[in-house]
């Protein structure tokens, strides 16, 4: 993480906050990648490490931070603009609205925020903060995601978080995850090349 070296320092990170071992990963695949637009689905740490590994990159990629909390939307804004970054970062607020499942009804982001996007190379799912309700962001967003785009979640240890990732890979055959051993456990997923949807 020193490598970013921000303005500002990081806050101090909380119990909800993402980890430093994730945010690892999430610069890691910033300055390897190289994409054009990362998309987040829950802003905060992993505002500020993505958009500093944007910055500095220098090829021009940007941020679109999605988050339904107003409050914690304004505190990430503060830290991003401290940071030099607000030509970088976007962010959208996305209450929170019913999307129908067959189960029933989850509580996930209004599509509003995300309807324009059509090419995301990175997309990093930290939300809702219910994890049960995170299972749209695969469903709603593959079709928004680059060919060879990456999707990096976190909180893949919790149970209710765990039961979403399998239920993607089910359901979602050609993308595969790796589950990696960070202190709230991170999955990462990869789109097969052979998936005739990702030409």
């Not at 992993?46 to 500093?52: C, F, H, I, P, Y």
């Not at 995301?120 to 695969?138: E, N």
């Not at 359901?171 to 005739?196: C, H, K, M, Y």
């Amino acid at each position: 993480m020193a490598v970013l070296q921000p303005k500002v320092p990081f806050p101090e990170f909380t119990p909800v906050a993402a980890a430093p071992d994730l945010l690892s990963h999430v610069v890691t695949a910033v300055l390897t990648r190289k994409p054009k637009l990362v998309v987040e689905f829950g802003s905060g740490m992993s505002t500020l490490a993505a958009g500093l590994a944007l910055q500095k990159l220098g090829l021009g990629g940007r941020l679109l931070s999605i988050e339904n909390d107003a409050d914690y939307l304004a505190a990430t804004r503060r830290l991003v603009e401290a940071n030099g970054l607000s030509s970088i970062v976007e962010f959208r607020h996305a209450p929170l609205q019913d999307f129908k499942v067959k189960e029933g009804v989850l509580r996930w982001y209004s599509p509003q925020a995300y309807q324009d996007v059509t090419c995301a190379d990175l997309l990093l799912v930290d939300g809702p903060y219910d994890m049960k309700c995170r299972y749209p962001a695969l469903p709603e967003f593959e079709k928004r995601l680059a060919p060879e785009a990456l999707i990096i979640c976190d909180d893949s240890r919790w149970p209710d978080f765990a039961e979403v990732v399998n239920r993607w890979a089910e359901e979602f055959p050609q993308w595969s995850a790796q589950n990696l051993e960070t202190v709230r456990g991170t999955s990462i997923l990869t789109r097969s090349a052979a998936d005739p949807a990702s030409h």
